[in-house]
């Protein structure tokens, strides 16, 4: 077949034009001793037609949150992708394009990209925004390296930055990896009991390189003392803030209250949840960073006709050019992921985002209120503001009610014994612009019958 | 023109959204947290937005516009039902921290995928984290210094590159903690044997290679770089973004390296327009397994109760390397890409080989018909290749020196030339050992009638004047840009009214 | 270029498939039957497919790469949902001869979209079985043709066409077997009340009336149109590919019409790349019901046991009408427009009516913006209005007479130099009752911004001087083509080597 | 919302700078009483999110063939269109143009045209083909009033023509549709038992204005008397021959016999089933039939610098020029389901074709073995031909074991009483590319059972 090797049949004739005459003589410059004698051990090539029917039978044996009703979140949300962004995101042009050496004949893809950083910038309050990081655990890790880059000469607590102690450890030992080689120490922010920062526990970060926290944070809470904490720690300790992109329809911009350095997953803006990737890290600084950030960024120049041109620029960052002295190793990146943000964001315009905020915000708020009904069961942060996840203690563990509720076919949250061992009833429910209010009622119900059953 | 933030719009958004289940009125927010300000985004209807980004995909370049030679990179076709497969709500809607028995149909791919590498590499551990190559190198480099930490190798801080090496392996070696050690390449991009024995003890932790090397050659002392490395205590590093040359030809496993990582989205062709999203595996020798980010796939017996939900006679589940470094990336790397690259492995299976031997037979016969067609045309003074050898592997370098002294004309005139011609260009300027470097990777998706046509209009812009050239490009969407003036003038975001 | 038939390619085909059932040499044909050479289609790989279709795709222009103003062809958005709506198996892989009980969801489809057009047009009841407007036009004819054959008035031999009408009218009525009887419109277009009495008896079958005119007019002599021919025992009937313009404001059943057609891909938005696929439904007075083809879908009570079918608290099920003509297309018409159209619809609901306000309103605005310009730059002696009136509907005309006899510079330079530009011309020389026509129909998906810019640069192009106009194209992928050759010396396939 | 209305909010100020200050003024030349007052009596507009879940809702409970097992094709078929057709086919050049009244801009879309014509043309081996017809059945009319139009004058039985008494009554219909107003009778040719042609009856259609047969014919059966037929009606009689255009990567093109006209259904070619349409109608024919042929050409010609260029020829045929004397009212038709199919040819090659002709009649042939073996049932033809479907002879009423057979699931074929009145227990069973052995191991297996308990 010749399906995707145009040249089958052709190899002879190939081969007898540069003199050869079997494909062997292509591959006699590979020693004997490392010669691979036999076939590969794989099973026969398949048509597409095969691959498809065992793709739609092995996938569809997957249970896909679209197919039940799911209160799973814990840092990647469902959402709603327009139509329109995966019709374009699939034209060949953008799809099997690469990083636009060449601008010249890159200059879509570059102002894609230059129009992204421009609506990352302002939805976080920066003005600097790279395109793009892998994901929210290493935008978040390549922030603290960026910030001791920057600041560490300086720093009263050298090779040392703040981390709030309610992060996911899976970020955590992803900021742990990205740190070790630099010799940088992470130490922990203390939170309140009611979910809120500890602000004298963050004092102690005062004079290191950097604090990172998030909001809302991973219970899911809306934190008002953040506005405090640059204030805080100083203008020599970057605040690096980590964001659900969505909340920033309502939620004031981290950039409008002091953060130095805003990351966070984009998935919620463009991307569906695919199982944790590809999605794409959001990476935003102000301009006493720039020339120590990680990644890619487009800028606009002029070519030799004067005419609005644009091309990557800063590239001395890079590995490419800066090898090991580069600010991260970080080359293929996630920008088709990006695009379709910024397409979703082009999309939505500035009341389309505030709305899809609001849509979280007053189906966390209905949830809450169904379930702050129940009485078998506790919401030990239900006075503070949440976005679209919050903590729900149990009459027993989440294991087993996530089991229960699972039975009827309800992912019922995430156990957030996970993060935090020693909490075992908590259950972090989350809500999303994706769900119903029937939805909720169904949770509720269920919560109820079984904290019944168990608290009996 | 069209800019985005032209878009000023009318009322509301670009596509209209379900109301709120509790009225907006109802929520509110500490006064310190409300935004005060929405962002200034532009307002564009549905059709302004299509019309937009549809303006933008016709001034870029892709492999589906034409033929996409950039060495390195790999740009071989993306087949479609690739991407079909990646919509369906069975990946697309999967969440990562879902129960095992909600995801076995991942879990046996992903345990596919991880033996078909563990079998093409010759390595016995394979890992899909990791989502780039450059991220590959990083996790293994990790694991390699882990594995010296544990048996109180501690003075091994040493990484050795050769000077030909893509920048990603010196970067994340040096981002572990690692001092970096280069050595001269020889002439043809091959490793200094003698080089390398000189700076060899028992500070190395590890070599990284490239092979075929990034001249496209590949590197017959090999078994001997590993022998040297391996005598010193050090550790050998594959790194496998040349891997499109030799699948089913031989292995890293068989040239004696410990760890390896594989570009999958290069030969495995998961689309990363732009720059990405890419995967990168990593694959290491058993030594090295217990140090692997978790969670990777591994299979059981199905426990009695789960036969409803098991897709084939096994159990797939995840499994937690006993002195794991942690995690590389927050969920299960890049799941969607490795669903894609396993559509395209499905299309080969065996064939992989065939695969192989496409790329490098369509290699072999582009460098020979840029020969051919410079003789044809009586251009024999302008290029030399970068190095000689009787054949190359996947990709293949040329030396724009003899055009440079002789007429002036640089290898970026060329490339800028090329783009004139419909094309785009080959890598220029890397690798720095050859001077004036083009760089060739026609893959083994390209037809004959094209690598032929290519080669004659390649001879054909060598054969303009350099004045000319000089202008190049002149037919593209804008001329040369100017990198200098950006850099100079930095405007990373659209000034709004400042 | 790129041409399919240059393709030899490799060897075999280029998407792989499964192996035959049984072994190939199995199958045996009379020797009489058996194909002795396969077609000479050319080979290509995937990679080249998809390259080749990419190319020509990237020669094309659509709505989605620039302003498309049409007029009578309402080249409004199509929404990128309803293409994945269509993709859906439950409407793409349905056979139309599967038993009512697996297609509840379709026909409930059919039945929602029957109704809202009944309401829409104040028909009484619709069929969605024609495939396009003109198809649907001959549907009604032949509607009307079997009522008067029923009633024994089988001296109606004659419908009524304005010469202002489209093509298609007088076309799908001598295609019935009926004697056109052109009536010359009044300088509007609008019908000619005096001319229309002149015409008028017994033998009358059918008036066919466009309203608004092609010119873009409202007929507001329209209820004295729709009185004489009933007066006489006609019918009238009327072209629905205007619709765009009056939806929620005025129906054909308020204006005394017993039969109208719908162009669903204009009106609806049914994409129609490069000349369809269309739907064009008809809707009828309840006299006319008995004839249509069948079937329709009506609804009724559940019968038990089949609950767990249904998609509401009805039934779904085909109906045939008493009298009907018989089927016009085998199945059951173009069920996948109908359902994009479906989804279209239920983007607007009751809003319907603020779609066609806004275009009325663009059309209008545009034709403002036109004067403007052409005031601002002192041209106005270049085109006037196609008919006098203050307010258009949803299109509207110019004639270039001035131009063209000022300064040599007729509508087609006007248009060609428009593509130049970057825009799809306007239609040109139709309606035919205005000298050097052109006729805009920007549709309600166009912002302001794109009309404005418009405006300006089509007074831009009436700068130009008529020599450089009469060069025009030359920024398109060819320059003018020679229609008149294409005619001569006809070249309808491939040449192979003959 | 601004959604798919860019001048939502500002139509106001576009107003008021045409002198007018209200909607209602655009309309006030719509007289008083034609006037709607009321607002339309239908619901509330819905968001993408909500269309998409009716959608889903609406289509999910209809039963795609694609999740069953179907044995129903009867002119339609199950078939495989490749992933690239629908990637490119979407693209929006494509997809969103029209007409191509401008050539200088629609060399893409012409040039495919072109393309199309000639595959089709060397796909039934007649020298013309349009782009294209709405479907099979208005394809097979069509091809009638054609005929009459060009033999009408000479022919010996006038204003009339012979089609093969097979034909699906649908079809039929049409026909007679079509005819009618031409005056035009049809008449039928008579089949033998064993399915073949009555030679001796197509003996009356000779001096008539056509012949319609189809190949293969609507019960499935190859039929080696065609290439006779030409011969005995004679030159002054167009033969017209419907096909499958699968069919012919196999059995051999109507032109290479003398077929003067070749139409056809095009759905199996690069259009998936549709519930019936969009699909698109095949029409080709010899150059007697050119100037009075339906539907649209495009030619090859040149540009004013004398460069190859593409653009609708023959126009003077068509209704938009010769009004009521065109020959025929096409006018929007079929081109972007016909562009899938040129999509779809390119990517199958010669090769292709005749490879996917042999899943088809190896598959049939295998369910003729199968259900040949069981005794309650018989295959009437069963020394046919057969391409892809055949009637099975059942012991009881068809429309009896369809219902059996949908209780298990499974679509088991066409009821052909509903073509055939009198043939109540005929059943025609459809096997394609996409049925596997496995199916048909159930579906003989099935009607094993069923027949033996009808037996019984
Ligand atoms: C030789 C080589 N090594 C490593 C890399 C890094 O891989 P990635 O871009 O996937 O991070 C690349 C690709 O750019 C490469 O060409
Ligand atoms: C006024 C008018 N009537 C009828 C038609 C015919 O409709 P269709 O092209 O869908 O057959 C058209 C469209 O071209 C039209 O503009």
Redesign the pocket.
């Known amino acids: 077949m010749v399906d995707q090797l145009p040249n089958r049949g052709l190899e002879l004739e190939m081969l007898q034009e540069m003199g050869m005459s079997s494909i062997d003589d292509l591959f006699d410059d590979i020693p004997v001793g490392v010669r691979m004698n036999e076939p590969l051990p794989l099973p026969p090539p398949q048509s597409e037609e095969e691959i498809i029917a065992d793709a739609r039978r092995l996938l569809g044996a997957n249970l896909a949150m679209s197919e039940v009703v799911s209160f799973l979140g814990a840092g990647l949300y469902r959402n709603y992708v327009p139509a329109s962004v995966f019709q374009l995101i699939t034209r060949g042009e953008f799809l099997t394009s690469y990083t636009p050496y060449q601008p010249e004949v890159s200059q879509g893809m570059l102002q894609a990209m230059w129009e992204f950083q421009t609506l990352i910038s302002e939805l976080v309050g920066l003005p600097i925004s790279n395109l793009s990081l892998y994901d929210g655990s290493t935008a978040a890790a390549e922030a603290l390296t960026c910030a001791v880059r920057v600041h560490n000469r300086k720093a009263e607590q050298k090779d040392t930055v703040y981390v709030s102690e309610l992060t996911p450890p899976d970020k955590i030992s992803v900021m742990k990896n990205y740190c070790q080689g630099a010799g940088i120490t992470i130490k922990f922010i203390k939170h309140n009991s009611d979910g809120s920062i500890d602000l004298s526990s963050a004092q102690q970060a005062a004079g290191s390189c950097g604090v990172y926290v998030e909001q809302p944070n991973p219970l899911g809470l809306l934190d008002g003392g953040y506005p405090q904490l640059k204030e805080i720690i100083g203008d020599k300790t970057a605040l690096i803030v980590g964001i659900q992109p969505i909340s920033l329809g309502l939620v004031e911009a981290p950039g409008h209250y002091g953060a130095d350095i805003v990351v966070g997953e984009g998935q919620p803006l463009g991307s569906p949840i695919t199982a944790g990737g590809p999605i794409y890290g959001i990476f935003a600084c102000s301009k006493t960073y720039l020339r120590l950030m990680p990644g890619r960024i487009a800028g606009k120049s002029i070519d030799v006709d004067g005419q609005e041109a644009y091309c990557l620029t800063l590239s001395t960052r890079e590995q490419h050019i800066r090898r090991h002295r580069a600010t991260s190793n970080i080359?293929?990146n996630e920008t088709l992921i990006a695009l379709m943000g910024a397409m979703h964001m082009s999309l939505l315009g500035p009341e389309g985002l505030n709305h899809l905020a609001l849509r979280n915000i007053t189906a966390c708020n209905l949830a809450k209120q169904k379930l702050s009904e129940i009485n078998t069961i506790a919401l030990p942060h239900l006075q503070g503001t949440h976005f679209n996840e919050f903590i729900v203690e149990l009459p027993s563990s989440a294991a087993d009610c996530l089991d229960y509720l699972d039975g009827i076919g309800i992912i019922g949250g995430f156990d957030a014994s996970r993060w935090y061992p020693e909490r075992k009833n908590w259950l972090l429910v989350t809500v999303t612009d994706q769900t119903s209010a029937k939805e909720i009622e169904l949770l509720a119900a269920h919560i109820a019958a079984w904290s019944v059953g168990v608290s009996a | 023109m069209s800019r985005l933030f032209d878009f000023a719009g009318g009322v509301g958004m670009g596509y209209s959204q379900p109301d709120t289940l509790m009225p907006k009125e109802s929520v509110s927010l500490p006064a310190s947290l409300i935004r005060k300000e929405l962002p200034r985004w532009p307002r564009l209807s549905e059709p302004e937005m299509v019309r937009h980004y549809t303006w933008l995909s016709r001034r870029n370049f892709g492999i589906d516009t034409g033929f996409y030679p950039l060495g390195?990179?790999t740009m071989k076709h993306n087949p479609r039902v690739n991407e079909v497969i990646a919509q369906i709500p069975g990946i697309a809607q999967i969440h990562p921290h879902q129960p095992e028995h909600h995801l076995q149909g991942l879990l046996s791919i992903f345990h596919e995928m991880q033996h078909m590498l563990e079998i093409c590499s010759g390595m016995d551990q394979v890992t899909l984290q990791p989502v780039?190559?450059?991220?590959g190198?990083f996790t293994a480099v990790r694991c390699v210094q882990e594995y010296f930490r544990k048996r109180g190798e501690d003075q091994r801080t040493k990484v050795i590159v050769p000077d030909s090496a893509?920048g990603?392996?010196p970067a994340s070696a040096a981002m572990a903690g690692f001092e970096i050690v280069e050595i001269p390449s020889l002439e043809d991009g091959r490793i200094d044997i003698d080089a390398l024995r000189a700076v060899v003890d028992d500070t190395v932790a590890l070599m990284m290679v490239?092979n075929p090397n990034?001249l496209g050659l590949f590197e017959n002392d090999i078994s001997q770089a590993s022998e040297i490395i391996h005598s010193v205590g050090g550790q050998m590093y594959y790194?496998g973004?040349?891997f499109n040359a030799i699948l089913g030809r031989t292995s890293p496993g068989l040239m004696g390296f410990d760890a390896v990582h594989f570009?999958l989205?290069k030969t495995f062709s998961q689309p990363h327009g732009g720059g990405g999203p890419?995967s990168?595996p990593i694959g290491v020798k058993s030594h090295l397994a217990e140090f692997l980010p978790g969670p990777i796939v591994k299979k059981r017996p199905i426990a009695s109760g789960h036969e409803n939900f098991a897709v084939d006679d096994m159990w797939y589940g995840w499994y937690q390397p006993a002195n794991s470094i942690g995690k590389v990336q927050q969920w299960h790397g890049n799941s969607g890409a490795v669903i894609r690259c396993w559509a395209y492995y499905r299309r080969y299976g065996y064939g992989l080989k065939d695969m192989s031997e496409h790329a490098v037979l369509n290699a072999n016969y582009l460098r020979h018909a840029l020969h051919r067609e410079a003789q044809k045309a009586g251009v024999t003074d302008m290029f030399v290749d970068g190095a000689t050898t009787k054949v190359a592997k996947h990709e293949f370098t040329l030396s724009l020196l003899p055009a440079k002294e002789k007429y002036g004309i640089s290898a970026m005139d060329v490339a800028k030339g090329l783009l004139d011609k419909g094309y785009m260009a080959p890598t220029v300027y890397f690798p720095l050992v050859v001077p004036e470097c083009m760089m060739f990777e026609p893959t083994e998706t390209e037809s004959r009638d094209t690598l032929d046509k290519f080669a004659k209009e390649f001879i054909e812009v060598l054969q303009q004047d350099a004045e000319i050239l000089h202008e190049a490009p002149i037919t593209t969407p804008v001329r040369r840009v100017d990198e200098v003036y950006a850099a100079r003038n930095l405007c990373l975001r659209h000034p709004f009214d400042e």
Chains 1, 4 share one sequence.
């Open positions: 080359c293929t | 390195s990179c780039a190559g450059a991220q190198e893509h990603t392996n490239t990034t790194d973004a040349n570009n989205h890419g990168g």
